[in-house]
């Protein structure tokens, strides 16, 4: 990745983090109130998260996956070592005429019962925002999950973005 892209990127995260962070400390108090724990809102500044992000874990933020046929992802709930932040991101990087399959899928699970959220296939340049674990709306009960369907054709090309213990 050249240095221009690196920078975009990161601008990319920051404007991510100012935009999200709002709702994710509305999900925070909700969270934190459900589970009887006292928890610190995430902070104003995004540099300042990413100085405490750096201090617990040393994941990456930034991700590119790619399916190629016959590949998918499990459904699955992203529990991040270290910080934990309520919203992730997909930034398509495939054209939808390259590849077939390779829905991004999103449900609320409860014990035997799925609700499907969204079925969607990433255009390029789609970001999608969607919630890591727990469903940040108030009054849920369910587990947040998330999948991709089997690529039947083609590549499929996503860059996942993680505003948790990955951004450094």
């Known amino acids: 990745m050249n240095e221009a892209s690196r920078w975009n990127i990161d601008v990319l995260i920051e404007l991510l983090y100012i935009y999200l962070m709002p709702p994710a400390n509305d999900w925070l108090k909700w969270f934190a109130q459900k589970n009887g724990k006292k928890m610190s809102p995430y902070p104003n500044e ?14 990456r933020a930034v991700s590119v996956i790619e399916y190629q046929k016959g590949h ?10 270290g910080v934990f932040f309520p919203f992730q991101a997909i930034l398509g990087l495939s054209d939808p005429s390259e590849y077939d399959g390779g829905d991004f899928i999103l449900e609320i699970i409860k014990g035997d019962d799925r609700e499907l959220i969204t079925r969607t296939k990433l255009g390029l340049g789609d970001l999608l925002i969607f919630p890591v674990s727990t469903l940040p709306v108030f009054g849920s009960t369910g587990q947040c999950f998330h999948s991709v369907s089997p690529v039947s054709k083609g590549v499929r090309r996503t860059m996942a973005i993680t505003l948790g213990g990955t951004v450094c």
């Open 46 to 59: 995004y540099n300042l998260y990413r100085g405490i992000c750096k201090k617990l874990s040393s994941h």
């Open 72 to 81: 998918g992802l499990e459904p699955h709930s992203d529990d991040i070592a």
